[in-house]
């Protein structure tokens, strides 16, 4: 069923290569099949080739701290953050910095 699913968006991610959402479904399709490293790679690559695509650095950021590697985590959610910002999006912006404090008060 995954496979079908992942299937149908690398089709339909070749019939509209500007559409941010098809990467990002794969990507998610790959981190929930337990594919969290190829998922991150993924996920790294939206962000540099559509670095408006706001979704991507708040699953992103999760996903590397689930990953071990929360220094990261905290630089894409800042970046998340700013954007959210810009892109006025006052409702992803609070989720990303509720994430975001959450990670930081571990330091104490």
């Known amino acids: 069923m995954i496979e079908d699913r992942l299937e149908k968006l690398m089709e339909m991610q070749l019939k509209h290569p500007d559409d941010p959402f098809f990467p990002y479904g794969i990507a998610l399709e790959h981190q929930n099949s337990g594919n969290k490293s190829l998922a991150a790679e993924l996920f790294f690559k ?3 080739d559509f670095p408006e695509y ?13 990953l071990g590697r929360r220094d990261d ?3 894409i959610l800042r970046q998340g953050k700013e954007l959210a910002i810009v ?9 990303i910095n509720a994430y975001l404090e959450e ?6």
Request: charged share 25%; no cysteine.
């Open 46 to 48: 939206i962000t540099l």
């Open 54 to 66: 706001l979704p991507t650095f708040h699953q992103l950021g999760m996903l590397l701290n689930d």
């Open 73 to 75: 985590s905290i630089s």
């Open 87 to 95: 892109q006025k999006e006052n409702k992803t912006y609070r989720e």
């Open 103 to 108: 990670l930081l008060d571990e330091d104490y």
